[in-house]
């Protein structure tokens, strides 16, 4: 079989999968939440069991909150800007170009952040050193790389938070007075483990066949592939789901946490007009999200994990999911969006000028691992580049912008 003819049978087989996995979207609401309860946190130890069995003793040498550089890690970052570049340019024109990831903007939204005054000593650093509330704005949006009817999408959202009024020295400079918190609702781990299995992520994702990343049996990737699976599914409002931070941040010298933004109000407009074989609208996540914040305020937990753990709790493998027995989430902020319209053309035009990168932090929450350094200067890159196709400029907000 010649090449053409195998890319060829290897996209249509690739499209049909595709195909079944939306058919399964569209039918999810009538037994997805059973079995979440009965299978999803069984199935999430059995398959991080196996991932540790994997690892073995890889880094244990490591201590709390240390990192290792890989020799490869620049080779590897620099095949994923290429490829997530050449996305771009085949995915989008000039003047229209949205981010080569966490793609489509459902929405973004004031808000404000209280820090709270029950902190445990060893967690008050940084943005948590003391109690006080701070403006925000929250971008929701889906994970790319194209922005595909809702009901289409792969089955997470991102949600990330831009503190403002936060001073002191950033890692960034580009930003002086702002605290980035980037978080996605697909499970407490990350898609790659690393940034070398990233770049083939990448890869597979330009040619438009991005289930062979995970499914190639030549270099397969199933148990991040299954568990990715017990997270991802049919998402009916970014206000009413939980976000994880899936890489990890100092809390300070010598700590490290992983964060997650964890909802409180419970009642948030669910319904998916038009399912399960009708035509749900395009924007359907959007418009719950207009339908919520026209009725309710709402609000989210900001909680915080504290590694105990340098193996089992690994800062360089974003594949491991910390295990809450080890370190429980700690409240450490609460979130509160108000009662607001948030859908006009200005401030979705603001949304494109605005750069969220976990690098725009203060040095106490620095990020760590290969997956956080990659992010330096592959969001800077990636932004640049699309503000540069988009003939827009970078905007450092405030909170006092006026959207008429």
């Known amino acids: 079989m010649n090449m053409t003819i195998k890319n060829r049978v290897l996209k249509a087989i690739h499209n049909f999968l595709i195909l079944l996995l ?17 299978f999803r946190e069984p199935g999430s130890r059995l398959i991080q069991f196996l991932i540790n069995r994997r690892r073995k003793n890889k880094d244990s040498d490591l201590k709390l909150a240390e990192e290792r550089f890989d020799p490869d890690e620049e080779e590897s970052l620099n095949k994923i800007i290429d490829l997530m570049m050449d996305q771009m340019r085949g995915r989008f024109k000039p003047g229209g ?3 080569g990831g966490n793609t489509k903007t459902h929405g973004i939204v004031r808000a404000t952040i209280t820090i709270r005054d029950d902190l445990p000593e060893h967690c008050r650093k940084g943005i948590f050193a003391n109690p006080r509330s701070y403006p925000a704005y929250i971008r929701y949006s889906g994970p790319g790389p194209n922005v595909p009817a809702d009901i289409n999408d792969v089955g997470f959202m991102s949600m990330a938070m831009k503190i403002m009024g936060v001073p002191g020295e950033k890692l960034m400079s580009e930003e002086k007075l702002t605290q980035d918190f980037i978080a996605t609702s697909g499970g407490a781990t990350f898609v790659t483990p690393n940034t070398r299995e990233n770049a083939k992520l990448q890869y597979w994702s330009l040619v438009d066949m991005t289930l062979y990343y995970f499914l190639n ?4 990737h199933l148990l991040d592939f299954f568990m990715q699976s017990l997270w991802t599914a049919t998402q009916y409002n970014p206000l009413g789901q939980r976000y994880w931070s899936c890489t990890p941040y100092l809390l300070g010298e010598g700590q490290a946490m992983m964060y997650s933004f964890v909802p409180k109000t419970k009642e948030v407009e669910r319904h998916i007009p038009g399912l399960p074989f009708g035509t749900p ?16 305020d709402v609000e989210f937990d900001l909680m915080i994990q504290v590694q105990t753990d340098p193996h089992l709790m690994p800062i360089e493998d974003s ?17 509160h969006i108000p009662r607001q319209r948030f859908d006009s053309d200005a401030q979705f035009e603001f949304a494109k000028r605005l750069k969220m990168n976990p690098w725009h932090c203060l040095p106490e929450h620095r990020p760590l691992g290969n997956i956080n350094r990659a992010r330096f200067r592959m969001y800077y890159e990636l932004s640049r580049f699309r503000q540069e196709m988009n003939e827009t400029t970078h905007l450092e907000p405030t909170g006092d912008e006026v959207f008429d």
């Open 217 to 220: 049996p030549k270099d397969s």
């Open 319 to 335: 594949s491991v999911r910390w295990p809450e027995k080890l370190s429980s989430f700690i409240p450490a902020a609460t979130i």
């Open 97 to 99: 170009y949205e981010r």
């Open 22 to 38: 939306r058919i399964e979207r569209r039918l999810e609401p009538w037994f997805r939440p059973q079995w979440d309860y009965l």
């Open 281 to 296: 609208p395009f924007n359907y996540l959007r418009e719950n999200m207009i339908k919520t914040l026209n009725e309710k």
